[in-house]
């Protein structure tokens, strides 16, 4: 079997290989490890030629919907990462996504996940959370409609024109 994922950096691929030799010494699966150029692995994975692909998914919004429904129900006119199709799985999944009440439409995200994992779909293999620590002193960083700080993960010089430092 190989496990293929596009060139992302030293992180990724140190998380993949501890992955490939957790799944060795428990399972003893022999797993080949492909770390591929960005642009001909994604093409790849876009034709379905990928049968283990490590794709790393930064969640947009904290809503199932941006994982379960956006990247995984079958039936979206595009934007298949994946080949695997389940009915139940999409009619779930859709349901959730028009439902009013949060209860009943994380249960219904939490049946759908279920399938997911019982038809290994989807190997969830970590989540990864970024903390950033906030002088209050600085000023204008970036903020969500909600009025919190967003930190945008990349600080790059040129950020250094928004920010303000009100005291040194």
């Known amino acids: 079997m190989t496990l293929t994922h596009r060139e992302e950096g030293d992180a990724p691929k ?16 022999e797993i ?5 150029e960005p642009r001909e692995t994604y093409e790849r994975m876009w034709k ?18 941006n994982t379960l429904f956006q990247v995984w129900y079958s039936k979206a006119p595009s934007g298949h990462r994946h080949s695997w199709t389940n009915d ?10 028009g439902e009013q009440d949060p209860q009943k439409r994380y249960q219904l995200y939490y049946q759908a996940q279920l ?13 990864p959370w970024n903390y950033g620590l906030m002088k209050p002193w600085v000023t ?3 903020r969500n409609r909600n009025g919190d700080f967003t930190p945008a993960w990349n600080i790059f010089l040129r950020h250094y024109d928004y920010y303000k430092i009100l005291k040194h």
């Open 32 to 36: 080949e490890h492909i770390v591929g």
């Open 115 to 127: 399938i997911q994992l019982e038809d290994a779909a989807a190997i969830y293999v970590y989540n």
């Open 48 to 65: 379905h030629e990928i049968p283990l692909m490590w794709v790393r998914w930064y969640v947009d919004y904290p809503d199932p919907a």
């Open 140 to 142: 204008n960083l970036p």
């Open 88 to 97: 139940e799985f999409d009619r779930l999944v859709l349901q959730a996504n």
């Open 14 to 29: 140190a998380a993949a290989a501890a992955i490939i030799q957790m799944l060795k010494e428990v399972l003893g699966m």
